[in-house]
């Protein structure tokens, strides 16, 4: 069901240059001004969330995309009209507020479904990363999303960060986290892309298998590190 739900919330690509900066109008942008945009990912458990939140403490800006896409579906009116029309009423509850558990339901065995819910809702989010890329100064910004390698988004980025850990470790910070049982993460887990393919597919690395003092000390190096 996580993979599920992150699969409805990841988004997809960003505009292509040719489509940001319409031809006369606007002047060329200045590739000093344009912050960098690092990919950071994870599976399960990983780790990426703490990393992210270690990341704005070093003072650089976090775009949280599953976050995002669960506040978009619920303030974007266009969006929920398109929602609706794709799922019916009940996509949304008794107070106007998406309705995760029951799309949930109804894609979930249902490919297509599932594949027309994304095509409405990672457009939307790349609209609004697009947004939030704007708005941002620092010369280097991390998208946080589960699915970086999955959807290929990583093409997108400057460079890719991966957070990994042993499979025991993850399940076990998931259980302690969620409540889940050992089976049910490592389920979620299987459906995953297998670790070794990421970590083949990402640019840095961080092996968060000991305790939080080394992430964050890992997180340090790897972030002022990136040239
Ligand atoms: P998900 O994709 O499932 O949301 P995530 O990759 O965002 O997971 P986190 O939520 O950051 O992972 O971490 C999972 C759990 O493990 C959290 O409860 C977090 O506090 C804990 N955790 C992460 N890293 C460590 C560590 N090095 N030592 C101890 N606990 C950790």
Known sequence: MRRLALMMFSDINFLTMEESYSENLTPEPDPLSVPKVIGLTGGIGSGKTTVAHFI???GFPVYYSDDRAKTIVNEDNGLRLKITEL??????D?????????????????NDLLHRLNEIIHPAVRI???????RQTKYLVFKETALLFELKLNRECYKSL?????????IKRV??????TYREVQTI??????????VRLADCVIHNNTNIDDLKDQTEKVIFGIE
Do not use: S
């Open 175 to 180: 259980m302690d986290r969620d409540n889940k």
């Open 87 to 92: 799922l019916g009423n009940e996509a949304y």
């Open 94 to 110: 008794a107070h106007g507020l998406y309705n995760r558990k029951t799309v949930a339901e109804k894609v979930f065995n249902n």
């Open 162 to 170: 991966l957070i990994t850990a042993e499979d025991n470790i993850r």
């Open 128 to 134: 609004d990363f697009e947004n939030w890329l704007q």
């Open 189 to 198: 887990m299987e459906k995953q892309m297998p670790e070794k393919d990421k």
């Open 56 to 58: 704005e403490e070093f």
